[in-house]
């Protein structure tokens, strides 16, 4: 078959064709995508609870940590005031010379008598 | 190509205030989509690619909106960006998928067949046939007048092209179709 092409004859008419609804679709599509989405009081708020969750959780654990630190330290402290006080005692009864004992029961005994 | 331009031009103010831009762009996709949409598929010929090349362009426009300095119309600004964007497809399809411009025009045309969006009859595939054996951009100034029939004076601002230099590669279009379909006889 042979074509002639006219320029002057022929319609310019467009060969082509879209899918139904095709232009409505997309310009629905287009607005879906330039339109700010619209963001819930609580989609606005999750980051600010967020932070504030962690800083709770931080500051609960520093305070976890802090008494259970403290705890340690007067169970170590008592402890300490225990072996002190255990320590004074032996070394009270290790020091005390069985004479100066003698001599501190007799001299206690006299004055007793003296003030009688 | 039926622009309303007393529309256009009050689109382009609402374009400028940021509380009525969002609704002023859907109004300008309402109104440019189809002439952009046949601008680009002419082109492309494909409809799938047609439609994300506007999709692009439209975008592409959105994110710009606020270097649009009102210096052109906003409607020519809208076809260079699909020009730019069609002509920038075409080539890394060359680029990706053929070495040749006969091969890309062997491609183009069985993607013309192989689509369903297409209605044009023997002769009308025997013009695409025709349009697609001319360069890039002879072939976009071609269907820009041919089919919209858009003067030069706008295809001037449209492509930052002078007039004298779209109409010199109109004509050389335009023989060159004459010449093809006297070899295809």
Redo the contacts between chains.
């Keep these: 078959m042979t074509h002639n092409f006219n320029f002057e004859e022929n319609s310019t008419d467009n060969p082509f064709c879209v899918p139904d609804g095709y232009f409505e679709d997309f310009a629905l599509k287009m607005d879906r995508a330039i339109k700010p989405v619209e963001i819930s009081i609580w989609q606005k708020s999750k980051p600010y609870l967020y932070v504030a969750a962690m800083f709770v959780m931080i500051f609960a654990v520093g305070l976890i940590f802090y008494r259970t630190n403290k705890l340690d330290a007067n169970i170590a402290e008592n402890r300490q005031v225990t072996v002190y006080s255990e320590t004074a005692n032996e070394i009270l009864l290790d020091d005390v010379n069985e004479d100066i004992l003698t001599e501190y029961i007799l001299a206690n005994a006299s004055y007793q008598l003296q003030n009688n | 190509m039926n622009i309303n331009r007393e529309e256009l031009d009050k689109i382009t103010e609402l374009l400028r205030d940021e509380k009525s831009r969002?609704d002023a762009?859907?109004s300008l996709?309402?109104m440019m989509?189809?002439p952009l949409?046949?601008h680009i598929?002419?082109m492309v010929?494909n409809?799938d690619d047609a439609?994300d090349l506007?999709?692009n362009t439209?975008?592409k426009a959105?994110y710009a909106i606020d270097s649009f300095r009102g210096e052109s119309q906003i409607h020519t600004w809208l076809y260079r960006i699909a020009s730019n964007e069609t002509l920038t497809f075409l080539a890394a399809q060359r680029m990706k998928n053929v070495t040749s411009s006969l091969e890309m025009e062997e491609l183009l045309l069985s993607n013309l067949r192989a689509d369903t969006?297409?209605?044009?009859?023997?002769?009308?595939?025997?013009?695409?046939q025709?349009i697609l054996s001319l360069p890039e951009k002879q072939r976009l100034v071609f269907n820009i007048r041919?089919?919209d029939?858009v003067k030069y004076e706008d295809m001037e601002k449209m492509l930052n092209t002078s007039a004298g230099a779209l109409k010199a590669s109109y004509h050389h279009a335009?023989k060159k179709?004459?010449a093809f379909?006297k070899e295809?006889?």
């Design positions: 969002t762009f859907s996709v309402r989509q189809k949409y046949w598929r002419k010929l409809h439609d506007l999709q439209f975008m959105w969006y297409f209605n044009g009859d023997e002769l009308q595939e025997k013009l695409q025709a041919y089919f029939n335009v179709i004459e379909f295809e006889n």
